[in-house]
Structures are given as structure tokens and as C-alpha cells.
């Protein structure tokens, strides 16, 4: 991305530094996920070369969800900067893994004192750090406890921001600052504390500032979301903190923090960054519980007391203070409230300006939220609530969406349990922007929550050499090359890594990644193989007519010595290299030699053809690698050099294209917001040929098959379809497209009766003839309702949901089951679910069973299990209960937060003597030594003798205490008072 190459350039010049293949922070300050600067080729990813070179793991249950950062202090080799959950931090080789540095900054704090399992173990350093160049100080949020206590409940939670030295780790002076204590700048009944929040957020800083964002616990406790800035500077402190919800519309404020009364509006962006633009920020909040716009229409210039469900620009002033500029908020955020589908489970995406824009948008923002919607707004003026249907720009089908990245013209977005799309930007004919739907990956995300933000990387921006690289809880690291050929993001296949850390990115160093895993391991991919060629890669042929060929010379020189080069091969036999053009005999270091590679389209064909040496070649963009093989005179180098190739193939003659060839708008639920305005879609025409483009007719039809009887065309008027579907802009007859000149067509689907439809929209040209087929479904809502299971084998829908297993035995195990069933229209999905985590009272599948993000079909249910699994006590203990909810909630709006209350009582067996309740007469006190000197001066003995029949001896005998021990004998003792 040319804006970023262009700031990177800037802060080399400034800041000496920062190497050129360092990620100081989360991605970029945009937040594009556009990477240029790593030397990624995907001829070497591709490569058997390329894999793990290394693999630690520290502390026991030590987890990171903070990214790893690369950095190059002066006059030091590249490292990476770890920050865990365990409040410890470290610096390793950026190559070797070898550690360099640790530090522990605090006890963290535990997360059994919340209850929220979303985060196991400890919560310490989640937000990801970020470095400043300039001072080579690392910056960020620890979570722990007041005066360095190791435990101590919500209450004495407490948040420092420290600023350490990146090779010593030792604190700067005036370092670290409690965040705890200060109240918000826009309401000051709004103050801050740490143990009922969590800092996810990646960090960010703008000029002197820091920057953090603050969420909830699973939405537990009373607490409000809000944005933190702290000055670099020492002994200056927080210079600003600003609250999501405040008066007049947040609702009032309460003492108690554990009651669930706060203004929430967290923010968690599913730990990405704050997108940055100069002194602006751009954040997105999730589900709020002050909604001050109600319904009616509101300026996105006119401030809000309420951010919920929003996405907020802020400036960011010299002195440090926080200001609301402009936000925008979903038409439907009352609904996305009641459902859990929070907006803010992603952060906004800036796109580049010089790419990304179109009529009247100099700068375009992007935000995707758990209701699967992507939201295309003006990033300078964001649309306010109910301003026109601009917000909303196309939905993708009703599933979790997790982020969006992009390139030079693609824009993906991640899904779980979906493969992940690309959209192509284009424009209509009033020249405003609109994305279409190109392409999409062949494999599915993982089916539950924890897809990373994904990420573009490139051989320095050289063509062809786009990697979109995408992290799976499942599947672990995933890398497809990042322009779509013929609708697939075709994978590249490189070492399984295992399922990772859930939202990971990766970071990015000299042409190796980082990431860490779900065991607690931090990993590194690479290439560790010295190469014994430097040759010009990537080749672009750049425009090749079909049925032409095309030349380019690649040089090479000798980086060690060879005996020998023994040949030369392409993955795609279209490409060709020769042998016999190659240099024979040794080569000593230094030496240069050239070869030519020849892009061999005579025999490719448009349109298929019998016994064809090649397929069908449509225009379009290929690419593919050529190997060269060698024998090297020095050991432990390469024998195989990867070459990236790619072209784009053209027609000689016009030639029309549609992409995609089908567009599924995916489901309409009757009544719903959305069924309002209907589903959004586009398709673009391009003319990929030589020649000017003409148009000659369109129209459209229900069927192209004739086999169905004859094809009966309809003329289009007023942008009708047929069957619900409609366009407000299409090309007219006459209309040209000259060569290289694409057309976005936008395209609606409405509908208010159930079913499914479908059309055909036909295209005449001069270019060739073309169909688009148009798909959607009308559907009612989810209908969610939920019960638990009886002892009887039966299912209790009462309302509220109590599970009661009543009396358990201890040493015992039983288990229940929560069921939730969908009797609507359309596929239910559980959007909030929080199981239980007590010893003896949990949820043994918890990562299976109602998970986030899980789908339930019309007319199914889905199980979650629940266990009592009582500890083996001895006889006669007094009885304890147990408790627990399970926090459930679905996208049905009319379902709400469910918190199933779950409790048993655990009972051991009573024996000896007994009280008319049925408890023992002699309760459990504890287990003693009886040395050698004994107390106990009074024995019995039995042959048929029980711990029972010993107390029952004991209380006949008038004794307050009974011992016993070993399997027959018994000790008796009387005393006139208690013990």
C-alpha cells in the first residue's frame, strides 16, 4: 500500500532505528492489514523450505493474546517482543528463537475471581504492545492486583500502564502509572476500575499519547467502556479518558460493581488496533444498555451520549484529551443489542485513498460485526444513526463474521464456518464506489470462535506476489495466494502449525512470521535454507494477448560456488524454460548468468477445444513458480531456487467478463429490520479484451435452459429483474466499455413472502454473450426456546431456567442437559455462551457444546451438557452446595441473555448413630495423629466391626467423640465439654 510505504519512509528517515522489515505494532496504523515490507514471495512459502524454525514454550498455562512484535534496536540484531497473560515479558531472537530477555511486572490477576472463562487462568497483558522507534520503549496495560497482592477479587483489581526499555525490560523513569482512580472527561461519576474491566484492544499512539481501549468481562459486573490515553511522558499520567455511555442517557450510576447495571458499550475489537488517520482514531463499541438515538434520526456530528453498537472517530488533541468527532450507528442497533451481535467484535479498516474511493469519498471505512453485516462508510463524514441507507453498504450471509483485509483492488472478509470471500472495488456509473464479490477460499473457517484478523503480505509490492494469510483455532496458519483465479483463493500449502490462539494475527519480520498457539507456544515460520542464486523475482508478463507468447530474461548471480545447474522447471506448462539455455559446468561465486522464459499462449484457447493441448484460458491473471535445480560446491545451501511468474492474459478482441458469474443475496427474514430495505449485492462487467466493447441489448428470464422449453427473454424496465431482484443502474445499449474498463452494476433483492427465488440476467455485446444467475431466499425468524432435562427423562421449560440436580453423593458424577431448539424459519445462532467452570459443577464439552458462533438448523436443537461431579469425601461431612449459571443468548430478538441458575447439594453417607433428620449423630472433625504416647486409653475391637457399628459402641457409651482408625480397632474418649 503505497500510503504506508510512504510513512514507513518518513519514520526510516527520522528514526534510524526501525529496520525496514520490523511491525512495531498490530499491523499498520490504518488497520489495512496491507503489508509490503516483509520479502513474503509465495515461491518460497510454497517451498518445501518453508516451515517451522523454531518453537518455544515458557511458563506452565502461560498463554499470549498479545501479538508478538519485531523490532531492530540500534546497533542489534531484529527480535521479538513477547507480552503474556502472566503479566511476564521476553525477548527473543528474531531468528533463532534463543532467548534474550525476561521480566515478571506483576502477580496477574486470576481468573477464577471473575468467573468469565473466556480468558483461562490469568489475565495479565492481553491488549498487544506497541513500540516507540524513536526512544525504543515498549508500551502497555497490565492487569493485577492493589499493592501487589496474587489474589483479591474484582475489587482490588487494578490497571498499570508500564513503559519498559525493549533489550533491558527495565521500567522508564516515572513508570508505571495506575490507571485505577480517574474519572471520565465526559462524565465524572465515571471512573475507572481495573477489576471489572479488560484491556484487548492492540494499543495505538498518536503524537505524545498511548492509547488503550477497555471492555468487559463476558459483560459481567457493573462496569463501562471506555478509551484511555496516557501521556509518554513521565510524571504527566492519564491525559484523558473518555466513556462510552455517559449522562443524560447512560443509565444511572450504582456503587455496588457487582451488580450488572453499568453503561457496557465495551471495547474488544476482538484484539485488534485502533485504526489511525493523523490525529483521528476509529474504535467500534458492542452492546450497550443506554440507547439515546431511540428511533429517531440523528447527525453523526451531534454528540451521543451513548456509544453502543457504534463506530466512533475521535481526535485526539497536542495536549492529549479525547473528543467525539463523528460516529455512525446501525439503523437495527436496538436488535443487534437484544442478540448479542455485537458491532464491535472487529475493529474499522481504513483503505487506501489512493486506491479505495470514488464520487465524493476521499477515504472509506470498513467495519464488520458478529451480525455478519459489512459496513462501507465515508471515513470523513461516517453517517450519524438513520441518515439514509448509505451505511449499509452489503450483507454477507447470516453467519460470524471476523475481519476484513484488503489489497490494491480485493477487499476479504472471514468468516467462521464459511470459506473466506474477496470483494473487488469498482464503480457505478456515477462513478461511487461498490464491491463485488470475485472469489472466495475452498476451504471453510473453523466452525466456532477465534478466526484471526487475516493479513496481506507482498515481495515488496512487486505483482504477483500477494499472500493472504489467515490464522484458524482449528487449522492453525493458512496462506492462499491473495488475487482470486476463476472465483478461488487458491490455498499454498505450507507446515501445519496445530490450532493457534484465538483472533491471532500474525506478525511479520524479515520474511518470517509469528504466531502462538493454543498450548502456549510462540512459533516461527520461515525459510532457513541459504539460497545458493540471486535471481529476479518475481517476473510479471504483464499483458499477454491469448494465442500470442511473451519473453522475459531472467538474471542470475552465483552467490556461493556451484558445480553445477541441472535444470529448470515451471509449475504451469504454458510457461516454458529450456534447458539447453541454461550455463553448463561450474559457476564460481560472483559469476552472472541470464536465461529466457517464454509465457506460451499460441495454443490456449477462449472457448474449450477437443483434444486441446491445453485448457480453456480466459482472460484474467495467472501465476505460477519456476525451480531451478543446482549442485552447490558449499554445504548446507539450497538446491532448488524458487522463481514467482505471473501475467495477466487478454483477448485479442473485445471480450465481455462478469464477475461473479452467480450471486447469492443469501436470505431475507421476513419482518426483520433488514427485510426493509432488502439484501445489497453488485457484479461487474469488465471488457478484458483489446478492442472497444459494445453493448447491444440485455434482459432478463427465468430459465437459459432450453431444455425446459424455449428461452423467453423479458425487456427490462425501471430496473426490474424479475422475481424481486432489480438494478437502479445498467448499462444501456450503445454503451461502451474500452479495453481494460470495468462496470460495477449494483443490484437489490426484496422480498415479502417465504420461498426461493431466482432470475437470469442476460447480456448482449459485441464482446460476447453473458448470463448472471440471481439467487436469494425469503425466510421467518429464528424462534429460539429453551430447557433442561428431568430425572424423569423429560425436558422443564419453565421460565426462569433453574437446573436443580438436588442431593449428589459425594464421589458421584451426574449430568443434565441444556437444550435450545430452533422452531423457525431460518438458522438459529448462539451468540453469547458463557458455561459454567466450578470443580464440581461444569460443563465437560464447554468448547463443543452451545458454543459462540454455533448454528442451529429449522426444526433442531442443540445439547449442552452439564456435570455435577462430586469430590470423594469420607462419612458423615456436612453437607455443601454448589452453584453456577450457564449465560446463554441467540439472534433471536426476542430470546434475550438466558442465565440458566444450576445447583446441587453434595451429601456423604451418614453413619453411626443418627438424628432424627437423618444426619449423623458424630460429625466428621478431621484426621489426626495418634503417636506413641496414647490419649485414647479405651479400645474396642470386633471382628464384623464398621466405622458405623464403632460410633454406634462410642455413643452407647456415653462418649461426645469417637475415633476410629485402621479397619477393626476403635479408640473411645469422654469429655465433659467440647473441644
Known amino acids: 500500500m503505497r500510503s504506508i510505504l510512504i510513512l514507513l519512509a518518513v519514520l526510516a528517515t527520522a528514526v534510524h532505528s526501525l529496520a525496514p522489515t520490523d511491525e512495531i505494532q498490530d499491523a499498520d496504523p490504518a488497520q489495512s492489514s496491507y503489508l509490503s515490507n516483509h520479502n513474503m514471495d509465495p515461491s518460497i512459502v510454497g517451498s518445501s523450505s518453508f516451515g517451522i524454525l523454531w518453537k518455544n514454550q515458557y511458563g506452565p498455562k502461560e498463554r499470549w493474546y498479545a501479538k508478538p512484535l519485531v523490532y531492530t534496536p540500534p546497533g542489534a540484531s531484529q527480535l521479538v517482543f513477547l507480552a503474556s497473560a502472566m503479566n511476564v515479558i521476553r525477548t527473543v531472537d528474531a531468528v533463532n528463537g534463543t532467548l534474550l530477555n525476561s521480566r515478571t511486572l506483576q502477580p496477574p490477576f486470576l481468573q477464577s475471581d471473575i468467573g468469565c472463562t473466556?480468558?483461562?487462568?490469568?489475565?495479565?497483558?492481553?491488549?498487544?504492545?506497541?513500540?516507540?522507534?524513536?526512544?525504543?520503549?515498549?508500551?502497555?496495560?497490565?492487569?493485577?492486583?492493589?499493592?501487589?497482592?496474587?489474589?483479591?477479587?474484582?475489587?482490588?483489581?487494578?490497571?498499570?500502564?508500564?513503559?519498559?526499555?525493549?533489550?533491558?525490560?527495565k521500567d522508564r523513569p516515572g513508570f508505571p502509572i495506575l490507571i485505577d482512580g480517574n474519572f471520565a472527561d465526559n462524565d465524572h461519576a465515571r471512573y475507572f476500575i481495573g477489576g471489572t474491566v479488560?484491556?484487548?484492544?492492540?494499543?495505538?499512539?498518536?503524537?505524545?499519547?498511548?492509547?488503550?481501549?477497555?471492555?468487559?468481562?463476558?459483560?459481567?459486573?457493573?462496569?463501562?467502556?471506555?478509551?484511555?490515553?496516557?501521556?509518554?511522558?513521565?510524571?504527566?499520567?492519564?491525559?484523558?479518558?473518555?466513556?462510552?455511555?455517559?449522562?443524560?442517557?447512560?443509565?444511572?450510576?450504582?456503587?455496588?460493581?457487582?451488580?450488572?447495571?453499568?453503561?457496557?458499550?465495551?471495547?474488544?475489537?476482538?484484539?485488534?488496533?485502533?485504526?489511525?488517520?493523523?490525529?483521528?482514531l476509529f474504535l467500534v463499541t458492542g452492546n450497550g444498555e443506554g440507547h439515546n438515538n431511540g428511533d429517531v434520526p440523528a447527525s453523526g456530528r451531534t454528540p451521543l451520549s451513548t456509544l453502543d453498537e457504534v463506530v466512533?472517530?475521535?481526535?485526539?488533541?497536542?495536549?492529549?484529551?479525547?473528543?467525539?468527532?463523528?460516529?455512525?450507528?446501525?439503523?437495527?442497533?436496538?436488535?443487534?443489542?437484544?442478540?448479542?451481535?455485537?458491532?464491535?467484535?472487529?475493529?474499522?479498516?481504513?483503505?487506501?485513498?489512493?486506491?479505495?474511493?470514488?464520487?465524493?469519498?476521499?477515504?472509506?471505512?470498513?467495519?464488520?460485526?458478529?451480525?455478519g453485516k459489512a459496513y462501507i462508510m465515508n471515513a470523513n463524514n461516517l453517517g450519524g444513526f438513520k441518515q439514509g441507507p448509505g451505511g449499509k453498504f452489503f450483507t454477507y450471509p447470516p453467519e460470524e463474521a471476523s475481519s476484513q483485509v484488503l489489497d490494491h483492488i480485493h477487499l476479504r472478509a472471514v468468516t467462521f464456518?464459511?470459506?473466506?470471500?474477496?470483494?473487488?472495488?469498482?464503480?457505478?456509473?456515477?462513478?461511487?464506489?461498490?464491491?463485488?464479490?470475485?472469489?472466495?477460499?475452498?476451504?471453510?473457517?473453523?466452525?466456532?470462535?477465534?478466526?484471526?484478523?487475516?493479513?496481506?503480505?507482498?515481495?515488496?509490492?512487486?505483482?504477483?506476489?500477494?499472500?493472504?494469510?489467515?490464522?484458524?483455532?482449528?487449522?492453525?496458519?493458512?496462506?492462499?495466494?491473495?488475487?482470486?483465479?476463476?472465483?478461488?483463493?487458491?490455498?499454498?500449502?505450507?507446515?501445519?502449525?496445530?490450532?493457534?490462539?484465538?483472533?491471532?494475527?500474525?506478525?511479520?519480520?524479515?520474511?518470517?512470521?509469528?504466531?502462538?498457539?493454543?498450548?502456549?507456544?510462540?512459533?516461527?515460520?520461515?525459510?532457513?535454507?541459504?539460497?545458493?542464486?540471486?535471481?529476479?523475482?518475481?517476473?510479471?508478463?504483464?499483458?499477454?494477448?491469448?494465442?500470442?507468447?511473451?519473453?522475459?530474461?531472467?538474471?542470475?548471480?552465483?552467490?556461493?560456488?556451484?558445480?553445477?545447474?541441472n535444470g529448470c522447471v515451471t509449475g504451469d506448462k504454458t510457461w516454458q524454460c529450456s534447458n539447453s539455455t541454461l550455463p553448463k559446468g561450474p559457476l564460481a561465486q560472483g559469476a552472472q548468468f541470464s536465461f529466457p522464459v517464454t509465457w506460451n499462449l499460441t495454443q490456449a484457447s477462449i472457448n474449450d477445444a477437443q483434444n486441446a493441448s491445453f485448457g480453456k484460458i480466459l482472460p484474467g491473471v495467472f501465476s505460477t513458480s519456476l525451480n531451478i535445480y543446482t549442485s552447490n560446491a558449499v554445504p548446507k545451501y539450497s538446491e532448488i531456487l524458487p522463481i514467482s511468474l505471473s501475467g495477466t492474459t487478454v483477448s485479442k478482441s473485445a471480450f465481455l467478463t462478469v464477475a461473479p458469474p452467480e450471486v447469492d443475496f443469501?436470505?431475507?427474514?421476513?419482518?426483520?429490520?433488514?427485510?426493509?430495505?432488502?439484501?445489497?449485492?453488485?457484479?461487474?462487467?469488465?471488457?478484458?479484451?483489446?478492442?472497444?466493447?459494445?453493448?447491444?441489448?440485455?434482459?432478463?428470464?427465468?430459465?437459459?435452459?432450453?431444455?425446459?422449453?424455449p428461452v423467453k427473454y423479458t425487456n427490462i424496465?425501471?430496473?426490474?429483474?424479475?422475481?424481486?431482484?432489480?438494478?437502479?443502474?445498467?448499462?444501456?445499449?450503445?454503451?461502451?466499455?474500452?479495453?481494460?474498463?470495468?462496470?460495477?452494476?449494483?443490484?437489490?433483492?426484496?422480498?415479502?413472502?417465504?420461498?426461493?427465488?431466482?432470475?437470469?440476467?442476460?447480456?448482449?455485446?459485441t464482446g460476447g454473450t453473458e448470463y448472471i444467475l440471481l439467487t436469494g431466499s425469503a425466510s421467518t425468524a429464528a424462534i429460539a426456546n429453551i430447557s433442561v432435562s428431568t430425572v424423569e427423562g423429560g425436558w422443564d421449560y419453565s421460565n426462569p431456567v433453574v437446573m436443580n440436580f438436588g442431593n449428589v453423593r459425594a464421589g458421584s458424577t451426574q449430568s443434565r442437559s441444556i437444550r435450545i431448539c430452533n422452531s423457525g424459519g431460518t438458522a438459529l445462532h448462539i451468540t453469547k455462551s458463557k458455561p459454567p467452570i466450578d470443580t464440581e459443577l461444569f460443563a465437560p464439552n464447554s468448547a463443543v457444546d452451545l458454543h459462540e458462533a454455533q448454528s442451529i438448523d429449522v426444526n433442531s436443537c442443540a445439547l449442552g451438557q452439564v456435570s455435577i461431579s462430586a469430590a470423594p469425601l469420607g462419612v458423615n461431612r456436612l453437607d455443601h452446595k454448589v452453584?453456577?449459571?450457564?449465560?446463554?443468548?441467540?439472534?433471536?430478538?426476542?430470546?434475550?441473555?438466558?442465565?440458566?441458575?444450576?445447583s446441587a447439594n453434595i451429601v456423604t453417607n451418614q453413619t453411626g448413630p443418627l438424628l432424627q433428620n437423618g444426619s449423623a449423630q458424630y460429625l466428621y472433625l478431621g484426621c489426626y495423629n495418634d503417636g506413641n504416647g496414647r490419649?485414647?486409653?479405651?479400645?474396642?475391637?470386633?471382628?464384623?466391626?464398621?466405622?458405623?457399628?464403632?460410633?454406634?459402641?462410642?455413643?452407647?457409651?456415653?462418649?461426645?467423640?469417637?475415633?476410629?482408625?485402621?479397619?477393626?480397632?476403635?479408640?473411645?474418649?469422654?469429655?465433659?465439654?467440647?473441644?
Open 312 to 371: 466512533a472517530s475521535f481526535t485526539v488533541s497536542d495536549a492529549g484529551k479525547l473528543s467525539l468527532s463523528d460516529y455512525f450507528e446501525p439503523y437495527e442497533y436496538l436488535s443487534m443489542d437484544a442478540g448479542d451481535r455485537d458491532l464491535g467484535s472487529g475493529g474499522v479498516t481504513l483503505l487506501d485513498p489512493d486506491v479505495f474511493k470514488g464520487a465524493g469519498v476521499s477515504r472509506i471505512g470498513i467495519a464488520l460485526g458478529k451480525n
Open 417 to 565: 464456518s464459511y470459506p473466506t470471500v474477496c470483494y473487488k472495488i469498482g464503480h457505478d456509473s456515477q462513478g461511487a464506489p461498490l464491491f463485488t464479490l470475485v472469489g472466495q477460499t475452498a476451504v471453510a473457517g473453523a466452525g466456532r470462535v477465534g478466526i484471526g484478523t487475516p493479513t496481506i503480505t507482498t515481495n515488496n509490492n512487486k505483482p504477483g506476489t500477494g499472500i493472504l494469510w489467515i490464522t484458524d483455532p482449528n487449522a492453525g496458519v493458512r496462506a492462499f495466494h491473495a488475487v482470486p483465479v476463476n472465483g478461488v483463493l487458491t490455498q499454498i500449502p505450507i507446515t501445519p502449525t496445530g490450532g493457534l490462539n484465538k483472533f491471532l494475527r500474525p506478525a511479520f519480520g524479515d520474511g518470517r512470521l509469528y504466531v502462538s498457539d493454543s498450548n502456549g507456544n510462540v512459533i516461527c515460520l520461515g525459510s532457513p535454507v541459504a539460497l545458493p542464486l540471486k535471481c529476479s523475482s518475481p517476473i510479471d508478463f504483464g499483458n499477454t494477448p491469448i494465442g500470442s507468447t511473451n519473453t522475459k530474461t531472467i538474471n542470475c548471480t552465483a552467490l556461493i560456488g556451484i558445480n553445477s545447474i
Open 935 to 979: 490419649q485414647l486409653q479405651k479400645q474396642f475391637s470386633s471382628p464384623d466391626n464398621e466405622n458405623g457399628q464403632c460410633q454406634i459402641t462410642c455413643f452407647k457409651a456415653g462418649y461426645i467423640f469417637a475415633g476410629t482408625e485402621y479397619r477393626k480397632l476403635n479408640r473411645l474418649h469422654r469429655e465433659t465439654r467440647p473441644c
Open 883 to 902: 452453584s453456577d449459571v450457564w449465560i446463554l443468548n441467540t439472534d433471536d430478538l426476542n430470546f434475550g441473555v438466558h442465565d440458566v441458575q444450576i
Open 198 to 280: 479488560l484491556q484487548r484492544t492492540s494499543v495505538t499512539m498518536i503524537g505524545n499519547v498511548v492509547i488503550g481501549g477497555f471492555g468487559g468481562h463476558c459483560d459481567l459486573f457493573n462496569y463501562t467502556g471506555m478509551l484511555v490515553a496516557v501521556s509518554k511522558s513521565p510524571g504527566v499520567g492519564v491525559t484523558s479518558l473518555y466513556a462510552m455511555e455517559s449522562s443524560p442517557g447512560a443509565p444511572p450510576v450504582v456503587s455496588d460493581i457487582t451488580v450488572q447495571q453499568g453503561g457496557k458499550a465495551g471495547i474488544w475489537q476482538a484484539g485488534q488496533g485502533f485504526a489511525t488517520d493523523g490525529n483521528r
Open 717 to 765: 424496465t425501471n430496473g426490474n429483474l424479475g422475481s424481486g431482484f432489480s438494478s437502479t443502474s445498467l448499462p444501456i445499449v450503445g454503451q461502451t466499455l474500452t479495453t481494460g474498463q470495468s462496470l460495477t452494476i449494483p443490484l437489490k433483492f426484496l422480498a415479502t413472502v417465504t420461498g426461493a427465488y431466482s432470475t437470469f440476467l442476460q447480456i448482449w455485446s
Open 666 to 709: 443469501g436470505g431475507i427474514v421476513i419482518g426483520s429490520d433488514g427485510a426493509k430495505t432488502g439484501s445489497s449485492a453488485a457484479v461487474i462487467v469488465s471488457n478484458v479484451g483489446t478492442e472497444t466493447l459494445t453493448f447491444l441489448g440485455l434482459a432478463w428470464t427465468k430459465s437459459v435452459d432450453s431444455e425446459d422449453g
Open 118 to 169: 473466556d480468558i483461562p487462568d490469568y489475565i495479565g497483558v492481553i491488549g498487544t504492545p506497541i513500540i516507540d522507534p524513536s526512544t525504543s520503549t515498549a508500551y502497555f496495560f497490565s492487569k493485577g492486583y492493589k499493592n501487589g497482592a496474587s489474589n483479591g477479587g474484582p475489587a482490588n483489581g487494578i490497571y498499570k500502564f508500564y513503559a519498559v526499555d525493549v533489550q533491558t525490560l
